[in-house]
């Protein structure tokens, strides 16, 4: 999926937030943010986001004093995640189709987008959460289901920090598979690594690795050998959020994508509309268009 003008804003709104929790001035923060404006002169409109993302994000921790700006922010969704995830998985259990409910609340999670909008405080997850067993999924949930329910391995590309502790929950429903759980190789905007998957405890059901990427997104060519390996194995690819969206539309094997629609450019490329709740299959050697006609 190319990026559009319409992205430009983002990234610079990006970046303003990241400059705001590392910069130690106004005068810092100005001298960075001319450099952020310089860069984005040059960006290349043929690339995916994700992709023009990491070049920004690379330049820009590249200047400051952490390369996690991010990391408390993170920290802060995790622990409010954290403190949802009990009530929400016993409502899981006690649900006539826990599966379904578990993909809901999956999705849910998936407002936890620092990359989409900033400050995502506690009452914004919790609105969320109050009509998310009602949200309906614009997707083939039984084809997904099916998929799931007879692959032998699972590759789980995740998201956000606290985002994937509603992962989680939906992976607990995958009883029959090996599931990877494959997160970010280096911390970029909120994206979750390492730390967040065993923060959440995800190392107790799934095989975790990382992707060998500081992208926002899946960009294959940038990605390890290994994590290359397990996703062309995997019988069954789940790629959550956004930006997976806009960096695996176009690859030509299997793929479900789990995300909300949160901005004008994914709302236009995928067809759904602003806050739809989005379970898009792309089969092998279909295009994401031919996968929603």
């Not at 995300?259 to 450019?265: I, R």
Request: glycine share 6%; aromatic share 8%.
């Amino acid at each position: 999926m190319k990026m559009s003008l319409d992205c430009i804003p983002c990234f610079v709104r990006q970046a303003m937030d990241a400059v705001k929790m590392s910069a130690s001035s106004d005068e810092v923060r100005q001298n960075l943010m001319h450099n952020v404006l310089q860069w984005l002169a040059d960006v290349d409109l043929n690339q995916t986001p994700p992709a023009a993302s990491q070049i920004i994000h690379r330049r820009l921790r590249e200047l400051l004093s952490t390369d996690d700006p991010y990391r408390s922010s993170k920290s802060m969704h995790n622990e409010m995640a954290a403190a949802l995830v009990p009530a929400i998985r016993k409502y899981i259990e006690l649900s006539s189709d826990p599966f379904l409910m578990a993909v809901r609340y999956a999705i849910t999670g998936n407002i936890i987008d620092l990359g989409a909008k900033n400050k995502i405080g506690y009452g914004d997850i919790y609105e969320d959460l109050q009509n998310a067993s009602i949200q309906p999924i614009f997707g083939d949930i039984e084809a997904f289901r099916k998929a799931v329910l007879n692959a032998e391995t699972i590759l789980y590309l995740t998201d956000n920090a606290g985002e994937i502790f509603f992962d989680g929950l939906l992976i607990e429903q995958m009883k029959n598979a090996r599931v990877t759980l494959a997160v970010r190789g280096a911390p970029v905007i909120n994206d979750a690594t390492r730390s967040d998957a065993q923060a959440a405890g995800l190392d107790q059901i799934a095989a975790i690795i990382d992707n060998g990427s500081d992208a926002p997104g899946t960009i294959l060519d940038d990605c390890s050998s290994e994590f290359r390996r397990i996703f062309n194995e995997a019988d069954v690819v789940i790629a959550k959020g956004q930006g997976n969206f806009e960096s695996l539309s176009d690859e030509p094997r299997e793929i479900f994508f789990l995300y909300k629609t949160k901005c004008p450019v994914i709302s236009r490329h995928s067809g759904f509309c602003m806050g739809t709740y989005v379970l898009a299959h792309r089969s092998h050697g279909q295009s994401m268009l031919e996968a929603r006609s």
